[in-house]
């Protein structure tokens, strides 16, 4: 084993600066990525249509797809999650050779899992598009616009994989230059492959996701070539690429239970989003925009759960857990602040920020359908944060189990249920009669999903102050 974990400046800087140092450029990749996303939803607010009224079906297509695009995204857990655990263990505790050999290990398995995940996604759309209750062209349009994006997924999980390495070792500065280039070149991709250039008329709304998946293409070839060079001391090597099973096995011992919990938390995603579907086109798409705009504070927790994770994962492989707990408690009260200020410009400028996707007369519905919502998920700020960040840091440190009891408890114990129970206008209880509901519409779904975040932050907070996590051997 290597002797260096670092300069000695690594360990004695302030806590609150190696959490920005690792957070900061990873809130600037999450907030590039986000740009994609809103780029997406103007143009498809803004695409010329001979029907006018499709609009809504258009925008509604686009929040399902992006509700499974978060599918995609819980996915790639399978491989990004133990990554980070391990490189960061094998960081701190100053084994270069074995961090090496892990990212070689956690880029075979993600070209196993996106090849496995694009089957599954091409045979699969139009059953599972189905059961969300999405029908007609709405459905057509999702599943156009999720093909292109399930047949380069493989690229995508690569992607994911060598930037969790790289944030593993302590770099999250590389993951924002290729990831920004990615979203930078995205933009222009989307625009000409939906709209044209010059005498081609483009693809039309297939257009934009085709951009999407080629511009992540850009970035895993960039990633890997950049990994074979040594960057961040990660130098990737043919022999890196052989299966060794041992540790694909440790790999797999963190990442498939945080996988089991980020699936199973999209599976009831998209559970919750067939009770908005239902409340018709209005709501569905008012529920995608507000969720665009709350992204804003969802990935700053992210990008601050980044920091958590790697900082506790090679705190404890340097033998220092009384430190990796201050540094997550300081991602904590960092990243809680950021989201809270988030949460204050929703409820000053949610109207704007909604007639920004919404321009058009015949969207208005949709603007006073949304603002309310956006305004209240700001009472949510402080339990988010703790929710996201704890969770990334109790898996940097190898506990990945518990939370996923915890996650199916905020769910099916809290949110599905208060949902069902705010959004519609009876329940039908058979020879019992039938149970009064409160018709409160989309309105409802958010008062229910506010309160499984309060139920599930306070468990993660209490789960990470136990400090069971600190014995956890990855």
Same mark, same amino acid.
């Given at each position: 084993?290597?002797? /260096?974990?670092?300069?000695?400046? *690594?360990?004695?800087?302030?806590?609150?600066?190696?959490?920005? =140092?690792?957070?900061?450029?990873?809130?600037?990749?999450?907030?590039?990525?986000?740009?994609?996303?809103?780029?997406?939803?103007?143009?498809?607010?803004?695409?010329?249509?001979?029907?006018?009224?499709? *609009?809504?079906?258009?925008?509604? /297509?686009?929040?399902?797809?992006?509700?499974?695009?978060?599918?995609?995204?819980?996915?790639? %857990?399978? %491989?990004? $999650?133990?990554?980070?655990?391990?490189?960061?263990?094998?960081?701190?505790?100053?084994?270069?050779? &074995?961090?090496?050999?892990?990212?070689?290990?956690?880029?075979?398995?993600?070209?196993?899992?996106?090849?496995?995940?694009?089957?599954?996604?091409?045979?699969?759309?139009?059953?599972?598009?189905?059961?969300?209750?999405?029908? !007609?062209?709405?459905?057509?349009?999702?599943?156009?616009?999720?093909?292109?994006?399930?047949?380069?997924? $493989?690229?995508?999980?690569?992607?994911?994989?060598?930037?969790?390495?790289? =944030?593993?070792?302590?770099?999250?500065?590389?993951?924002?230059?290729?990831?920004?280039?990615?979203?930078?070149?995205?933009?222009?991709?989307? @625009?000409?492959?939906?709209?044209?250039?010059?005498?081609?008329?483009?693809?039309?709304?297939?257009?934009?996701?085709?951009?999407?998946?080629?511009?992540?293409?850009?970035?895993? %070839?960039?990633?890997?070539?950049?990994?074979?060079?040594?960057?961040?001391?990660?130098?990737?090597?043919? *022999?890196?690429?052989?299966?060794?099973?041992?540790?694909?096995?440790?790999?797999? @011992? +963190?990442? +498939?239970? /945080?996988?089991?919990?980020?699936?199973?938390?999209?599976?009831?995603?998209?559970?919750?989003?067939?009770?908005?579907?239902?409340?018709?086109?209005?709501?569905?798409?008012?529920?995608?925009? #507000?969720?665009?705009?709350? #992204?804003?504070?969802?990935?700053?927790?992210?990008?601050?759960?980044?920091?958590?994770?790697?900082?506790?994962?090679?705190?404890? !492989?340097?033998?220092?857990?009384?430190?990796?707990? *201050?540094? /997550?408690?300081?991602?904590?009260?960092?990243?809680?602040?950021?989201?809270?200020?988030?949460?204050?410009?929703?409820?000053?400028?949610?109207?704007?920020?909604?007639?920004?996707?919404?321009?058009?007369?015949?969207?208005?519905?949709?603007?006073?359908?949304?603002?309310?919502?956006?305004?209240?998920?700001?009472?949510? &700020?402080?339990?988010?944060?703790?929710?996201?960040?704890?969770?990334?840091?109790?898996?940097?440190?190898?506990?990945?189990?518990?939370? +996923?009891?915890?996650?199916?408890?905020?769910?099916?114990?809290?949110?599905?249920?208060?949902?069902?129970?705010?959004?519609?206008?009876?329940?039908?209880?058979? #020879?019992?009669?039938?149970?009064?509901? +409160?018709?409160?519409?989309?309105?409802?779904?958010?008062?229910? &999903?506010?309160?499984?975040?309060?139920?599930?932050?306070?468990?993660?907070?209490?789960?990470?102050?136990?400090?069971?996590?600190?014995?956890?051997?990855?």
């Amino acid at each position: 084993m290597n002797v /260096a974990t670092g300069p000695p400046e *690594r360990w004695t800087r302030p806590l609150w600066r190696q959490v920005l =140092a690792l957070a900061l450029p990873a809130l600037a990749q999450q907030y590039l990525h986000l740009i994609v996303q809103l780029s997406d939803q103007f143009l498809a607010g803004r695409f010329p249509l001979p029907d006018p009224s499709a *609009r809504e079906r258009y925008l509604s /297509a686009l929040n399902t797809a992006g509700y499974l695009y978060w599918f995609v995204s819980s996915y790639t %857990v399978l %491989v990004s $999650v133990g990554s980070t655990a391990l490189v960061a263990r094998f960081i701190g505790a100053g084994d270069r050779t &074995m961090a090496q050999h892990a990212t070689g290990q956690s880029v075979l398995l993600a070209v196993v899992f996106g090849a496995v995940g694009t089957l599954a996604a091409l045979l699969g759309l139009p059953t599972l598009l189905a059961a969300l209750q999405l029908t !007609g062209d709405a459905a057509d349009y999702c599943q156009s616009f999720l093909t292109p994006l399930a047949a380069l997924l $493989v690229f995508q999980m690569t992607e994911s994989a060598c930037v969790a390495c790289l =944030a593993g070792a302590g770099d999250t500065r590389t993951g924002l230059k290729v990831l920004g280039f990615v979203a930078v070149v995205n933009i222009p991709l989307a @625009w000409s492959l939906c709209f044209g250039v010059g005498p081609w008329p483009g693809l039309g709304f297939v257009g934009i996701s085709w951009g999407t998946g080629l511009s992540h293409v850009i970035g895993c %070839v960039w990633l890997v070539r950049l990994l074979a060079r040594g960057q961040s001391g990660l130098q990737l090597q043919w *022999r890196h690429f052989w299966p060794d099973r041992p540790l694909l096995r440790r790999l797999l @011992w +963190v990442s +498939v239970p /945080a996988a089991v919990d980020s699936l199973s938390v999209a599976f009831f995603q998209l559970w919750f989003l067939s009770l908005v579907n239902r409340l018709g086109d209005t709501a569905a798409s008012a529920h995608g925009i #507000a969720l665009r705009w709350e #992204a804003l504070a969802y990935l700053a927790g992210g990008a601050f759960g980044t920091a958590a994770m790697t900082l506790v994962g090679q705190n404890l !492989g340097a033998q220092m857990p009384a430190r990796a707990a *201050r540094c /997550a408690w300081t991602a904590y009260a960092l990243g809680g602040g950021v989201m809270c200020v988030m949460g204050l410009l929703f409820v000053l400028f949610a109207q704007p920020m909604f007639r920004l996707f919404c321009p058009e007369p015949e969207l208005q519905p949709v603007v006073a359908a949304g603002v309310p919502v956006l305004r209240l998920i700001a009472v949510a &700020m402080p339990a988010l944060a703790a929710q996201i960040i704890f969770t990334a840091a109790l898996r940097g440190a190898g506990d990945a189990r518990l939370p +996923v009891l915890i996650s199916w408890l905020g769910f099916l114990g809290v949110r599905i249920p208060l949902a069902y129970w705010l959004t519609g206008t009876s329940i039908v209880l058979g #020879a019992l009669g039938e149970l009064p509901q +409160v018709d409160l519409g989309l309105l409802g779904a958010w008062i229910a &999903m506010c309160a499984d975040i309060w139920i599930r932050g306070l468990f993660f907070t209490l789960r990470f102050a136990g400090g069971r996590w600190k014995m956890i051997q990855v």
